[in-house]
């Protein structure tokens, strides 16, 4: 059994440390050799019509919805276009507006999410060009959509997704810098310094994955508390979401992701004595008022980790209780970065609480009922 795991205890975790190889994998061909342009020929869209999409709605349930978030701060960044994120589940029933100009991306790695699916269809009634970002090519959404960008993460077992998450952010990178071309948002040089820190991507995982002692310790610590919390702001508050969806899923550790500083207009009463807080930080562009929303837990006696970049370690060492260092990227990337820590994460606290980590608890890996 452990054959087919490669070694490794659980899926989750061979999954995990196969990021790398799924990074390089979605991106390989989808550069010149120049590396100043991305090609998507698989995007059935004409000059023409990326530059007339007008708003782009992005659909899509559970891990994926997440992949969505850290999505629409990409494009808007690159493109500036107007990105919504919606729940599959609720965006036929909301009424969406969609025109002929809307461009309709679902995310899927199954591609048979009976949800996504209608909303998919639901997008093509409305005359939208939908896109499917999936991992699985033969798959019913797959089939279905105008066009298919497809990630090449690999079979993913594990009931909580991890590669096929982060080659979702690929993707997404991929489309954003390829429409930025198109509608002349963002310069070649531009494009060129973003792909080249692409490129550099799974190495910098693998310097993550080398630091997963130090993790696990952080694991074992929070796995004997009820209830904690994820902070961030902008991309980080994304990332937070997925961090504290994938702890909550295999650990069955209470969490909740905040925007940093939203806190204080909402739950930071139930910040008390002990309580652990992950904040992310690593927007040197909003750095100073996370901050000071780390020391507002931090007055109220939470314990704080703080994921940031080795040139902020010592301003926050004095702020929080623990660091852990994810390596340098360029502020749009450092999602694909900081998430591989949090997924560790979920993964030890699950395996000291003894949980199945690979099959937890009344979830199942792909939902084809809506
Ligand atoms: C299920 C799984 C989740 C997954 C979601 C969407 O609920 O338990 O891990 O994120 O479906 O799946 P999809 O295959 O559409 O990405």
Redesign the pocket.
Known sequence: VTAEKGGYEHFMLKEIHEQPKAYRDTMRGRMNAAGNKVILPELNLTEEQIKNIRNIQIV?????YNAGLVGRNLIESLVRIPVENDIASEYRYRAPIVTPETLVIV???????AD?LAALREGQANGAHVLAITNVVGSSIAREANSVLVTLAGPEIA???TK?YTSQLIAFTLLGLYLAEVRGTQSEPEVAKILAAMQSLPEQVEVILAQKEAIKAYAEQIAEHKHLFFIGRGVDYAVAQEGSLKLKEISYIHSEAYAAGELKHGTLALIEEGVPVIALATQESVLEKTVSNIKEVKARGAHVLAITHEEHKDDLLRSVDQVFVIPQTLPLLTATLSVVSLQLLAYYASLALGHDVDKPRN?????TVE
């Not at 899509?60 to 994926?64: D, E, L, R």
């Not at 979830?363 to 939902?367: D, M």
């Open positions: 899509a349930c559970g891990t994926a995310v899927s790695q199954s591609g048979e999410t996504t009931v909580a997704s096929a979830l199942a890996k792909s939902v």
